[in-house]
T-cell receptor, first 116, second 115 residues
Framework: KQEVTQIPAALSVPEGENLVLNCSFT??????LQWFRQDPGKGLTSLLLIQSSQREQTSGRLNASLDKSSGRSTLYIAASQPGDSATYLCAVRGQYSGAGSYQLTFGKGTKLSVIP | KAGVTQTPRYLIKTRGQQVTLSCSPISGHRSVSWYQQTPGQGLQFLFE???????NKGNFPGRFSGRQFSNSRSEMNVSTLELGDSALYLC??????????????FGPGTRLTVT
């Protein structure tokens, strides 16, 4: 059974700092990995999707890397801003469940606070 | 393009009642998945529908059920509500087909409180 772990559970940084969020997974047989952002009481916003054949993806100040063989992904946020404060979740797609469906398994997230 | 919409946004129900939640996917998306999110368990997969057929189901009791209509809109139903069903219920859509390749787009969720 796939397990996804995100460390740390919470992180507080001063504005302007670069930071890295970590995600690890137990089964390396994944098809892709997706990073999401969730604001309090809200739904999830997709940030980046990395296919298993890719090593990294970039969007603006965000860069996500994937090392499938070691079961790790990192989300790098450059020049953090107070508006980046949210919970960041990673989810891995793997484990064929039949009928063309592949299970998406989530970590419990890292709650980021960027202090002005 | 409009995003995923969920109705209602908030619900308060009494233990023992039943509830129906609705999700409208992004136009053209054929796959709809449902998740339950609680502080203790995080995000847990409920079920996935594609072209009106349930093609995957998580480890939830039979009180949780769903369906998908020909226009891809989906509903989920919870019967005989329990206090532990209080959660944020999230719906996600993707283009479908080989779902593994696509991003999931989430709606804002329905906050269900059972008293």
């Amino acid at each position: 059974k796939q397990e996804v772990t995100q460390i740390p559970a919470a992180l507080s940084v001063p504005e302007g700092e670069n930071l890295v969020l970590n995600c690890s997974f137990t089964d390396s047989a994944i098809y892709n990995l997706q990073w999401f952002r969730q604001d309090p009481g809200k739904g999830l916003t997709s940030l980046l999707l990395i296919q298993s054949s890719q090593r990294e993806q970039t969007s603006g100040r965000l860069n996500a890397s994937l090392d499938k063989s070691s079961g790790r992904s990192t989300l790098y946020i450059a020049a953090s801003q107070p508006g980046d404060s949210a919970t960041y979740l990673c989810a891995v797609r793997g484990q064929y469940s039949g009928a063309g469906s592949y299970q998406l398994t989530f970590g419990k997230g890292t709650k980021l606070s960027v202090i002005p | 393009k409009a995003g995923v919409t969920q109705t209602p946004r908030y619900l308060i129900k009494t233990r023992g009642q039943q509830v129906t939640l609705s999700c409208s996917p992004i136009s053209g998306h054929r796959s709809v998945s449902w998740y339950q999110q609680t502080p203790g368990q995080g995000l847990q997969f409920l079920f996935e529908y594609f072209s009106e057929t349930q093609r995957n189901k998580g480890n939830f009791p039979g009180r949780f059920s769903g369906r998908q209509f020909s226009n891809s809109r989906s509903e989920m139903n919870v019967s005989t509500l329990e206090l532990g069903d209080s959660a944020l219920y999230l719906c996600a859509s993707s283009p479908g087909g080989v779902a593994v390749l696509y991003e999931q787009y989430f709606g804002p969720g329905t906050r269900l409180t059972v008293t």
